[in-house]
């Protein structure tokens, strides 16, 4: 079976950095998507940044020219870059997947980390 496991956050203060970052572990093939969504409490969760498999990108506009998405494809992990932090950005990050998994004979299936919090006040 295919974990996620995130690492990176914590408190920060506003105009301060963190980059996150996520692992991909397990049996699985290649990679369709691999990003990043939020939710802040009384919050839907909303896509934060994701990079395709082609390696295309996709960002939320509240946090273009601030975050960057990478990848480490020897590694299997995904990093999220965050600059010039704002309280607005304080929520539970979590990493998402689209992965083909041999359990299912090559289908793509999705998977979700378990979150990790990041906290913006000065």
């Known amino acids: 079976q295919v974990q996620l496991v995130e690492s990176g956050g914590g408190l920060v203060q506003p105009g301060g950095s963190l980059r996150l970052s996520c692992t991909a572990s397990?049996?699985?093939?290649?990679?369709?998507?691999m990003g990043w969504y939020r939710q802040a409490p009384g919050n839907q969760r909303e896509l934060v940044a994701m990079?395709?498999?082609?390696?295309?990108?996709n960002y939320a506009d509240s946090v273009k020219g601030r975050l960057t998405i990478s990848r480490d494809n020897a590694k299997n992990t995904v990093f999220l870059q965050m600059n010039s932090l704002k309280p607005e950005d304080t929520a539970v990050y979590y990493c998402?997947?689209?992965?083909?998994?041999?359990?299912?004979?090559?289908?793509?299936?999705?998977?979700w980390g378990q979150g990790t919090q990041i906290t913006v006040s000065s």
């Open positions: 990079l395709s498999g082609v390696g295309s990108t």
């Open positions: 397990g049996s699985f093939g290649s990679f369709r998507a």
């Open positions: 998402y997947a689209e992965i083909r998994s041999w359990t299912t004979g090559g289908a793509y299936r999705e998977y």
